[in-house]
Structure formats: structure tokens, C-alpha cells
T-cell receptor, first 114, second 118 residues
């Protein structure tokens, strides 16, 4: 069975601190896709990144970076120099190879204080 | 483009009532899904469609029906509402990727419908 675990329920940091959100997944598929979505207080879901299972290259986009490690089944998300606007719930999700069905983790609520 | 739209934004039902949550997308996406979001549980897939006339069950389908008569619309029907169906419902759509190239497209989500069943 496929599963996504986000063990950190809530994280609080002060502005400018770096913060890493953990995501561990389980799947028996050899081809799969991983995603991160952001849900700000307004409630909408915003796509951040996707990664397929045979591309372990890490990615950096501005203050955001993602570390994908198949050996540990992890796809962690780091925000560098956090800002108050980063306050949101962040979801990690896993997709089957052929159907695009998303399996979400339970989310990590990040609060960034000024 | 309006993207993915959902109506209504809020709804209060009494136990046993039925209703339909509407979802429409104008991006010509083949794939559409319904999720529910409950505190501490993330989003869970209710029903899924890969094209007009084709639907499939997700993780939590009981108490819900769907149909897909057009590419644009994917309504979710609650047949007899129960308090356990109090939740925020999200509709999403995406276009198919290319598995051979290792590419899957992200899902675009609607703004959600907050449903309370008394």
C-alpha cells in the first residue's frame, strides 16, 4: 500500500530561520511521483514542485529547496530564511504511475513569527 | 481562464438531506478528482475520473456518487448526508502526463466547499 508520512504536525520558527519539513513515503511501485503543495490560511492549494522516482537531483527555487533520497524514501523540503508569508500548511503527496491519484500526507503547519 | 471552480463555497445540511457539489474546469483537463480534507488527516481521495464517462473510487467513496458526462464538469452527490461528511471538499483537475518520459502534471485545485452536516 502507498503511504505518505509527515511526522511534524506543527513547526514554529522566527523569521529568517531555516526550516526543513520532512516527508517519508512508502510505495511498491518502481515508478512514482512526489509533490509538495502549500495551503495558506486562505485555504487554496498551491502546487510547489513535482519529482519523478528516477530523478534524484535536488532542486532549488529561490528560498525553497527539495532533497529527494530514494535510499531513505524521503522527499524533504527546506525553506531558507523563512518569512511570515511562508506560514501555511504544507502537504507532501505521492502519485501512482498511471492514474495520477494523489495520496497526501497529513500536512505540516508552519508558523513563522516576526 | 477561471481554472477550477466549485459551488457552493459553504453549505449547511441536515442529516438525511441530499445535495450536489458542483465542480467545473475550463482547461480541457481529462483527469478530475474529488478530495475531502479533515483536520489531522490531510486530503483523501473520494472519487476520480480519467475522462468523460469513466469514474473510479478512491480511498473514501462511501456515501458519495459521481458521474462525468462532459469533460468540463464533475459533480459530487451526497445521497443522504451524515455528520461524518462534515468536511472541506476540494475538486481538482489535471491533464495526463507522459509516463514514458517520466512526466506527470500537477493537479489544479478549486477553492473548496465547506460542508457542515447537522
Amino acid at each position: 500500500a502507498q503511504k505518505v508520512t509527515q511526522a511534524q504536525t506543527e513547526i514554529s520558527v522566527v523569521e529568517k530561520e531555516d526550516v526543513t519539513l520532512d516527508c517519508v513515503y512508502e510505495t511498491r511501485d518502481t515508478t512514482y511521483y512526489l509533490f509538495w503543495y502549500k495551503q495558506p490560511p486562505s485555504g487554496e492549494l498551491v502546487f510547489l514542485i513535482r519529482r519523478n522516482s528516477f530523478d534524484e537531483q535536488n532542486e532549488i527555487s529561490g528560498r525553497y529547496s527539495w532533497n529527494f533520497q530514494k535510499s531513505t524514501s524521503s522527499f524533504n523540503f527546506t525553506i531558507t530564511a523563512s518569512q511570515v508569508v511562508d506560514s501555511a500548511v504544507y502537504f507532501c503527496a505521492l502519485s501512482e504511475a498511471t492514474t495520477d491519484k494523489l495520496i497526501f500526507g497529513t500536512g505540516t503547519r508552519l508558523q513563522v513569527f516576526p | 481562464n477561471a481554472g477550477v471552480t466549485q459551488t457552493p463555497k459553504f453549505q449547511v445540511l441536515k442529516t438525511g438531506q441530499s445535495m450536489t457539489l458542483q465542480c467545473a474546469q475550463d482547461m480541457n483537463h481529462e483527469y478530475m478528482s474529488w478530495y475531502r480534507q479533515d483536520p489531522g488527516m490531510g486530503l483523501r481521495l473520494i472519487h476520480y475520473s480519467v475522462g468523460a464517462g469513466i469514474t473510479d473510487q478512491g480511498e473514501v467513496p462511501n456515501g458519495y456518487n459521481v458521474s462525468r458526462s462532459t469533460t468540463e464538469d464533475f459533480p459530487l452527490r451526497l445521497l443522504s448526508a451524515a455528520p461524518s461528511q462534515t468536511s472541506v471538499y476540494f475538486c481538482a483537475s489535471s491533464s495526463p502526463g507522459d509516463a514514458a518520459l517520466g512526466w506527470v502534471n500537477e493537479q489544479f485545485f478549486g477553492p473548496g466547499t465547506r460542508l457542515t452536516v447537522l
